[in-house]
């Protein structure tokens, strides 16, 4: 019978990944082995840190003990509703960070308060920041901070930022390299200021629109003008109808579009009408309906038969994914 013992260090390592940190400071104690496994960088490439109520004197220790030059995703998550004395993420830790490992290309901070961070303190190898339920100074995305912050930033996500308003999001356009935007219940931002930024911001690949005040018609006519080589497309349907989707009916570059629930209106576009604005997008291949409760229902056999060139995906809402990173 094969025991833990018997198996490679290769395997042993894929195991340790899925536990959490704490666990695999732990294991490290069994014995020499498991001790050189845990101390082996490649474990931690992707460091889930949301899990545990983390003050900045045991970050500093990870950091300077395990995290280093492989580490390639952290998620980490702050104080903002601990009250006033509680620890708050530093401009000097975060600073560190980028120091001690030059490979970390995604980072996600959730509920931290990054008021008094400037945004420069940020690891400039980020090609991906998550900002989750945080707190930003009105300073940190304006237009006029300096255009050499964040040079490779690939992806941002911007879920639940109170403060994220026109400004910020016209403040973007200085990301150069900037392909992927997602935002979530970013209710500052109104339609002029999302038509004046999508405008400079036209080389964007992916733009996602969750749970926003603005309306799906108001949102597809914005892309529809100025981001005609958007590949990916999510946007929740409150306020869509067949009008507002068919200003999306010959873009060219479309691959991927995800109508996402669960709000569905009566001037939501009936199958008929959504297979009807999809046939002119020559290059759809993906078409996700989620949330919206026509899972098994002659709606989804409308769609499949009505785009046979189209992978369509019609399902509940999915729950978050383990593999964050990905």
């Excluded at 018997?6 to 695999?24: A, G, K, N, Q, W």
């Excluded at 001790?35 to 950091?63: F, I, S």
């Excluded at 409760?293 to 992978?311: D, N, S, T």
Aim: proline share 6%; charged share 20%.
């Amino acid at each position: 019978m094969v025991t833990l013992t018997d198996l490679p260090d290769s395997v042993l390592l894929e195991i340790f990944s899925y536990l959490p940190v704490r666990d695999r400071i732990r294991i490290s104690r069994v014995c020499h082995r498991w001790k050189r496994l845990v101390d082996d960088r490649w474990l931690w490439r992707h460091v889930d840190l949301t899990l545990y109520t983390m003050r900045p004197k045991v970050m500093w220790h990870l950091l300077r003990r395990y995290m280093a030059s492989r580490l390639h995703s952290l998620r980490m998550g702050g104080y903002l509703f601990s009250g006033s004395q509680a620890p708050q993420l530093s401009p000097a830790l975060l600073k560190a960070l980028g120091q001690k490992c030059p490979n970390l290309k995604r980072l996600c901070l959730h509920v931290a308060d990054l008021s008094m961070v400037p945004i420069t303190s940020l690891p400039c190898t980020l090609r991906t920041l998550e900002l989750h339920s945080c707190e930003i100074s009105m300073a940190w995305l304006l237009k006029e901070q300096d255009p050499t912050v964040l040079p490779l930033l690939e992806c941002i996500v911007l879920d639940r930022v109170p403060a994220f308003r026109d400004e910020h999001l016209q403040g973007l356009t200085r990301f150069r390299a900037l392909r992927s935007l997602v935002l979530g219940g970013t209710y500052r931002v109104t339609q002029t200021g999302l038509d004046a930024s999508l405008q400079e911001l036209s080389y964007l690949q992916r733009f996602e629109m969750l749970g926003c005040t603005l309306s799906a018609d108001s949102t597809l006519l914005a892309i529809s003008r100025h981001l005609r080589g958007v590949r990916k497309i999510r946007l929740t349907v409150g306020g869509l109808s067949a009008p507002g989707l068919a200003v999306l009916e010959g873009m060219p570059a479309l691959e991927s579009l995800c109508l996402q629930g669960p709000l569905v209106t009566p001037e939501m576009p009936t199958p008929g009408e959504i297979v009807s604005s999809c046939l002119t997008m020559p290059k759809l291949r993906v078409l996700e309906l989620q949330g919206l409760g026509w899972e098994g229902q002659e709606a989804e056999r409308i769609l499949c038969k009505g785009l046979p060139h189209c992978m369509v995906i019609v399902r509940a809402s999915p729950k978050e994914s383990m593999d964050w990173w990905m």
